[in-house]
């Protein structure tokens, strides 16, 4: 008998590992006018529209439990420069080209997918791949 696997409805939370949250935390919020909502001297957690959160952690801090006066949550952890792809409006593009011109952030590729997507890449501070990608990069979106 094969089981119904219960449903996920999204992506409510991502994370990336960085040196310094302060300068993180500035460039979400210059860039993506991400609005801080929680942060101490372990992480930052930034609203993403769509109810989603951006998780930034300092580098070091998330390799042993963080008890929590109803839990613990788990040690977790990312080295290296990681990937993260928003999505943004098909008529948006543009606009994403001039602001990040405007904000001094090179675009390092600009591809065009064959369902018609686009999706810019570029780094953040901490070298983490960043993308902003218009409809059509993949069959659901």
Not at 6 to 13: A, C, G, N, Q, T
Not at 63 to 75: K, N, Q, S, V, W
Not at 101 to 113: K, L, P, T, Y
Request: glycine residues 10%; negative net charge; charged residues 20%.
């Amino acid at each position: 008998m094969q089981r119904t696997v219960p449903r996920v409805s999204k992506i409510l939370e991502t994370s990336l590992y960085v040196d310094d949250l302060d300068r993180s935390r500035g460039f979400y919020e210059r860039v993506f006018g991400f609005a801080g909502v929680f942060h101490d001297e372990r992480m930052c957690a930034m609203e993403v529209p769509g109810e989603q959160v951006l998780l930034l952690f300092r580098h070091g801090m998330t390799h042993r439990p963080a008890p929590l006066a109803d839990g613990t949550i788990p040690p977790h952890h990312g080295t290296g420069h990681l990937h993260l792809a928003f999505a943004i409006p098909f008529g948006e593009l543009a606009a994403w080209e001039d602001h990040l011109c405007q904000a001094g952030i090179g675009v390092e590729s600009r591809i065009v997918w064959p369902r018609g997507g686009t999706s810019l890449y570029f780094r953040d501070p901490d070298g983490h791949s960043i993308e902003v990608a218009t409809p059509g990069l993949w069959a659901n979106r």
